[in-house]
C-alpha cells in the first residue's frame, strides 16, 4: 500500500473509531437501564432487599417472619445465585422485595417486568399478579410480564427458583413509568425489533438466492446465514412477550443463534483477508465458534443437571470465547485493510463487531438497553 493510502485509511480508520465510541457512550448513557435519567420513565434497578436461599411471602415480611437478615443489591449485580454473597450454589432459590411509595397520577402506573428466571410469583401488596412455572415439583418458565401498581404504598414481593438455567432469580431491571409512556416505549422497542428482524431476513433471502443463481460463492451464502441467525437471535422479545416456548428449548435457539453468527462474521473475515499469517488464528476461532454452537445445546440438557457447578466453568468459557473472537475480528480485519483495500467496508463492520463483543464483555452487568435492539455487539450489527 502506497504511504498516501496508508494515511487515509489510519485517517478513515480513526474516524470510525471516533464514531463507534460515541455511539458506545451514547448507547451506555442515554440507552442504560443503570444510568439514563428520565422524568417519565424509571428504573427500579437499585435498593432491593434480597433473601438468598428463602421465598418468602408478603405476610412473612409483615410478621417479620425473617429467618435470615436480606441484604440489599442492584439488580444485575450477580448473573445466579452462585455469584451472591457466601453462596456457592448456582441453583437454589430467592426472594426480591421493595416498597414504592407512587404519588396520584391521571394514568395507572405500570411496570415492564422483564423474564425471570426459571420460575416466579410476583405479588403486588399482598396479591399475587402473575405465575410462571412452579416450584415444586420444578418446572422452567419465563416472559416478561407489564404489571400494574397504585398509587400510594405498592410492595414488590418476587419469589424466584432455578433448577435448570445458567441465570437464576432477576436479572434484568424492571421499568416504572405511566401506563401511556410504558406501552409508548414497548410499541417503539417491538417496532425497531421487528423492523431489523424482518429486514434482515429480507437480505438473507436475497444473499441466499444469489448464492443459488451465482456461482455459489461462499461469501454470499455466509453473509446470507449471518443474516438468518441475526434475524432469529433478535426475534427474542416477541418471544418473551408472547410467551412462546417460554422453557429451555427458546434459550438454546437464542444462544446457539448468537455463536452461528458469530460464526458467519468469521467465516466472513477469513474469506476477505485471505492472509496465510492468520490462518492458524482464524482456524481457532472458527473452531471455538463452532464448539460454543455445540455447548449452547449439550450444557443446559447433559452437563448442568448433572453438574450444576458447571454452569460457572460455562460463564468462564462464555467470557473467554469473547475475549478472544472479539480481539481476532479486530485484528485480522484491520490486517486486512491494509493487505488489501477491495473489501475495506466490509472489514470495517467486522472490526466494528468485534468491539461491540469487546464493549459487551466489559460492561457486562452494568448495561441493558431500555430500547435499542440487543446489547453493544448487537447494535452494531441492527446500525
Not at 5 to 12: A, C, T
Not at 199 to 206: R, T
Request: aromatic share 14%; proline share 4%.
Amino acid at each position: 500500500m502506497k504511504t498516501k493510502s496508508k494515511i487515509k485509511f489510519l485517517l478513515g480508520g480513526a474516524a470510525l473509531i471516533s464514531l463507534l465510541l460515541l455511539l458506545f457512550y451514547a448507547a451506555y448513557t442515554y440507552d442504560n437501564k443503570y444510568t439514563a435519567h428520565s422524568d417519565k420513565i424509571t428504573s427500579l434497578s437499585d435498593h432491593w432487599e434480597y433473601c438468598a436461599g428463602h421465598l418468602y411471602t408478603p405476610e412473612d415480611f409483615h410478621a417479620g417472619d425473617l429467618t435470615i437478615s436480606s441484604e440489599l443489591i442492584y439488580i444485575g449485580e450477580f448473573g445466579g445465585f452462585s455469584g451472591t454473597r457466601d453462596n456457592s450454589e448456582p441453583f437454589g432459590q430467592a426472594t426480591y422485595h421493595k416498597i414504592l411509595e407512587l404519588k396520584n397520577i391521571s394514568d395507572p402506573w405500570a411496570m415492564i417486568l422483564p423474564e425471570i428466571f426459571s420460575a416466579s410469583k410476583i405479588y403486588v401488596n399482598d396479591q399475587c399478579v402473575a405465575e410462571y412455572g412452579d416450584f415444586s415439583p420444578y418446572s422452567m418458565q419465563t416472559g416478561n410480564s407489564l404489571i400494574f401498581l397504585p398509587s400510594g404504598t405498592a410492595e414488590i414481593t418476587i419469589l424466584t427458583a432455578n433448577q435448570s438455567h445458567y441465570y437464576s432469580g432477576m436479572i434484568y431491571p424492571p421499568l416504572l413509568g405511566p401506563l401511556s409512556e410504558i406501552q409508548r416505549l414497548i410499541a417503539v422497542q417491538l417496532l425497531l425489533y421487528g423492523l431489523f428482524c424482518f429486514f434482515s431476513l429480507g437480505i438473507s433471502i436475497a444473499s441466499i438466492s444469489l448464492w443459488r443463481r451465482r456461482g455459489r460463492n461462499l461469501l454470499h451464502i455466509h453473509y446470507g446465514l449471518l443474516c438468518l441467525f441475526f434475524s432469529i437471535h433478535i426475534s427474542y422479545p416477541f418471544v418473551h412477550w408472547l410467551r412462546l416456548g417460554s422453557g429451555e428449548l427458546s434459550y438454546i435457539a437464542e444462544d446457539s443463534s448468537y455463536y452461528a453468527m458469530v460464526l458467519c462474521i468469521t467465516l466472513l473475515t477469513g474469506q476477505l483477508t485471505r492472509m496465510r499469517k492468520l490462518q492458524l488464528f482464524h482456524k481457532l476461532a472458527v473452531g471455538i465458534s463452532g464448539t460454543m454452537i455445540l455447548s449452547s445445546v449439550l450444557f443446559p440438557y447433559i452437563l448442568f443437571p448433572v453438574i450444576p457447578q458447571m454452569i460457572l466453568v460455562y460463564g468462564w468459557l462464555i467470557s473467554l470465547f469473547k475475549l478472544y473472537i472479539s480481539l481476532y475480528l479486530i485484528a485480522a480485519s484491520l490486517a486486512g485493510m491494509i493487505h488489501n483495500t477491495r473489501n475495506i467496508w466490509l472489514l470495517y463492520g467486522n472490526a466494528m463487531f468485534g468491539a461491540g463483543i469487546f464493549a459487551d464483555l466489559l460492561t457486562g452487568g452494568t448495561y441493558e438497553p431500555s430500547v435499542l435492539p440487543g446489547w453493544m455487539n448487537m447494535h452494531l450489527l441492527s446500525w
